[in-house]
């Protein structure tokens, strides 16, 4: 099993930045994803980690903008947004993978992430 919790989400105005945190806890990790979900919208990839080589992946509109990041020693992983517009509008999740094969079967509980134009 591995539990993720998210935080760092909240209201930004266009043009600003957030940071997400998803703390993982458990077994260990193969990779480490994003996903987003706005109302309406079907979810979202936004970026992913490997998380013993650091590989990252990223949505084709989130490249140039959003960097993932990683702290091992706390089993973190980190979405650092930037250039947010009222588009990135969404409900933010966490999810994990142990095994390259494997699917995404975990997932945080999700953190809003609001822009204002």
């Known amino acids: 099993q591995v539990q993720l919790v998210e935080s760092g989400g909240g209201l930004v105005q266009a043009g600003g930045s957030l940071k997400l945190s998803c703390a993982a806890s458990g077994r260990t990790l193969y990779r480490m994803g994003w996903f987003r979900q706005a109302p309406g919208k079907e979810r979202e990839f936004v970026a992913a980690m490997d998380w013993d080589t650091g590989t990252t992946y990223y949505g084709d509109s989130m490249k140039g903008r959003f960097t993932m990041s990683r702290e091992n020693a706390k089993s973190t992983g980190y979405l650092q947004m930037n250039s947010l517009n009222p588009e990135d509008t969404a409900v933010y999740y966490c999810?994990?993978?142990?095994?390259?094969?494997?699917?995404?079967?975990?997932w945080g509980q999700g953190t809003q992430v609001t822009v204002s134009s």
């Open positions: 999810a994990a993978r142990t095994s390259r094969a494997g699917r995404y079967a975990y």
